[in-house]
């Protein structure tokens, strides 16, 4: 159970290498005992994630997951729920991708609307259905202002990212009455694996500062969280500029 | 039954679970008796703080159905109760006959089950002690769905004293007869004094209770500097009819609880915040100058929050918490280290108590103990958390303990540290509930 000050005793990662899951993760380890649980694919980086967690005192285990494999998450949420309830769940995994060949390649913009919309609604929907069974939870789903308006430097990422936003938003509400929250997490550019390589834009942040960000909103049961907090001034703006001026902009 | 999402007074960690309201006992020990997985737990009017009358996924029972008060003995100065019945309409009830509740909180507005599961104490305690002491009996249904009367020396007084301050969870308390007071009036002869620091109003109030039924301080933990902890000590007497003015002495036994109005749920956070405390705080300090022998009613004396309704909201939606401990005499640094820390780290609090208890009960859960209890109440913001761990190291250290009635975010160790008798209530529990139909919120977080 989760106490009055947003302290979970259980974790559930979809995507068990995300940086900032795994920030997220070591945050509340820190604080109070923690069971993990990891969902994702078996590899190295996942070893490193478990034994990270571990040197923070959590008990960590791991569940194999594949996004793509949509078939398969409701028997994997399953086993994630087997050792216990579970108070917060961070859906974390998705794709970047390059954004300019992955619009001229078929192969590819496919791949990356299943990982980064239709896995998250896959994933949504079944863990709704578990949740409310426990009674409780939180969610919380990492979005990106990428998808609050989208920009044509890399509106494939974009419009994903608006996708899974608007589901997890709404999906919010209609578990409103039920004791269970949602929380969109709208990160701006954060220097992680992902972004290795590209140029940091102004308002850069680390996944360890929206880590903090995260357990802070998920404490007090925000729907909505913009990391760090002016992005919502800036995307405000961004939103209302007509599509003329916007387009000419240096972005 | 239908889905319902609940919380606890401080309006903090929802869950939701299926709510059966009935009056019917018949249909409550149905619903024992096809318990799920997740079990059941029995709620009154929800004013816990945490999340002891919540069950998520689970059952939770409406107790405020049952609501009849069956039999009142003027001679023998007892009340035969259902568990759902409030201690307000309860008073209202017993005043006529010239009767009063032995233990009151701060609010009337909990059940006569929810004070046997807490037990609960008030400003009497030095006196009465806590509201177990004064069960004479109660029925308990317990998990297999069967009804048994116990009573305090009886040949299951080990399950009696588990069920007291047991938290529901060795079965729902359907029924109660408890022992009553005589009073001639419905007034207290207060005594008030207005002191300038913590340490003095400690000195203060740790002599002279004996003389006074009632007893309790607040305190500034606000305001900094040399008026760190100032407060207000008040001390009362029942008064006699001779004591009261002659306008009231026609109706001596008025009971003067108006609520006049209730708060709408449209408080933005933080409308607690520094400021508004240290105004709060200033107020209520300047208005309780130094008196003795003034006479005051119910509401001015006992229960100043019943006036307004759902007085919880004003804390916003993000809710907020009550820090409740007790720690033995001699423990009086734990007491000062905790209102300097409350003010270092900003943390406002302004509902803030000192009282000193009288001996505790048999009750293994039972939270009272000889020395002081401290009580402040936090909304839910940063640093909160970090400040309550530090404090529990020291409440434990010096071998005091929480209120499980307060409690909304402690450890399983915590409560094991500060009740050494967990183990032995455990025992009790399990005979009577080995499949743990009982079962809450709270008893999950805390693996009670």
Redesign the interface.
């Known amino acids: 159970m989760i106490d009055a000050v947003g302290n979970p005793q259980s974790l559930l990662l979809l995507g068990g290498t995300s940086e900032i899951g795994l920030a997220v993760a070591r945050l509340y380890a820190r604080r109070r005992p923690l069971r993990v649980v990891l969902a994702g694919r078996q590899s190295a980086r996942l070893d490193e994630a478990v034994a990270d967690l571990r040197s923070v005192g959590a008990t960590v285990s791991t569940v194999e997951f594949d996004a793509l494999d949509t078939a398969s998450h409701p028997a994997v949420l399953d086993k994630a729920f087997s050792d216990g309830d579970i108070d917060v769940t961070v859906v974390a995994f998705g794709l970047l991708g390059d954004a300019e060949e992955v619009w001229q390649d078929h192969a590819k913009a496919v791949e990356l609307a299943r990982v980064n919309y239709t896995a998250p609604v896959s994933v949504g929907v079944a863990l709704a259905e578990r949740l409310r069974k426990q009674g409780h939870g939180r969610i919380v789903a990492l979005s990106s202002v990428a998808g609050e308006r989208v920009r044509r430097a890399n509106f494939m990422y974009g419009s994903t990212k608006a996708g899974m936003d608007g589901f997890y938003l709404g999906l919010g509400e209609a578990l409103r009455g039920e004791g269970i929250s949602v929380t969109v997490v709208r990160p701006g550019f954060v220097k992680t694996k992902m972004t290795e390589g590209m140029k940091p834009t102004p308002l850069a942040t680390t996944a360890e500062a929206v880590a903090e960000d995260v357990v802070a909103a998920v404490a007090k049961r925000r729907e909505l969280v913009w990391t760090p907090a002016p992005w919502r001034i800036v995307m405000s703006v961004f939103r209302h500029i007509p599509r003329p001026i916007f387009r000419k902009l240096p972005f | 039954m239908k889905?319902e999402?609940?919380t606890g007074w401080?309006r903090?960690?929802?869950?939701?679970?299926q709510v059966l309201h009935t009056a019917d006992v018949r249909e409550i020990a149905a619903a024992v008796r096809a318990a799920g997985p997740?079990g059941v737990i029995a709620r009154g009017l929800g004013r816990s703080?945490?999340?002891p009358a919540q069950?998520?996924?689970?059952v939770v029972i409406d107790m405020t159905g049952l609501s009849r008060i069956h039999t009142v003995d003027a001679e023998a100065a007892t009340v035969d109760v259902d568990a759902g019945v409030s201690l307000d309409t309860l008073m209202r009830a017993l005043l006529p006959f010239g009767l009063w509740l032995p233990v009151l909180p701060g609010t009337r507005q909990v059940t006569v089950g929810g004070a046997i599961g807490s037990d609960i104490h008030g400003k009497a305690h030095h006196v009465e002690g806590s509201f177990g002491n004064h069960v004479r009996s109660l029925d308990l249904l317990t998990a297999d769905g069967e009804v048994t009367t116990l009573t305090p020396d009886g040949p299951d007084a080990d399950l009696f004293w588990a069920t007291v301050g047991g938290m529901g969870l060795t079965g729902i308390v359907l029924r109660a007869t408890l022992a009553l007071n005589h009073v001639e009036t419905a007034y207290f002869l207060v005594d008030t004094e207005q002191i300038g620091n913590l340490d003095d109003l400690m000195a203060r109030q740790s002599v002279g209770d004996e003389s006074y039924a009632e007893s309790v301080s607040w305190f500034d933990a606000v305001t900094t500097g040399p008026h760190l902890g100032r407060g207000i000590l008040t001390r009362a007497n029942h008064a006699r009819v001779e004591d009261l003015p002659a306008r009231s002495r026609g109706n001596p036994l008025r009971f003067e609880a108006p609520q006049l109005l209730t708060v709408p749920d449209v408080f933005p956070?933080g409308m607690l915040n520094k400021l508004t405390g240290r105004i709060f705080s200033e107020l209520w300090y300047r208005k309780s100058p130094t008196r003795a022998g003034a006479v005051q009613n119910i509401t001015q004396f006992l229960h100043p929050l019943d006036i307004v309704g759902e007085w919880n909201r004003g804390y916003g939606?993000?809710?907020f918490?009550q820090y409740q401990f007790a720690v033995p005499f001699g423990a009086e640094d734990v007491i000062r280290h905790t209102v300097h820390r409350a003010v270092e780290t900003g943390q406002v609090s302004v509902l803030n108590v000192l009282k000193r208890f009288g001996p505790g009960n048999r009750a293994p859960l039972s939270f009272p103990m000889p020395g002081w209890t401290l009580c402040l109440d936090f909304p839910?913001r940063?640093g909160?958390?970090e400040l309550?761990e530090e404090l529990d190291e020291l409440v434990l250290r010096a071998g005091g303990r929480h209120y499980l009635a307060k409690e909304?975010?402690?450890?399983p160790s915590v409560v094991e540290r500060g009740y050494p008798r967990l183990d032995e209530w455990r025992k009790v529990r399990a005979s009577v509930d080995p499949q743990g139909v009982f079962a809450s919120?709270?008893s999950?977080?805390l693996s009670l």
């Open positions: 889905p999402k609940l401080g903090t960690a929802p869950t939701s679970a997740r703080y945490g999340d069950n998520a996924g689970g956070p939606p993000h809710g918490l839910v940063k909160v958390h309550c909304s975010r402690a450890t919120d709270m999950r977080r």
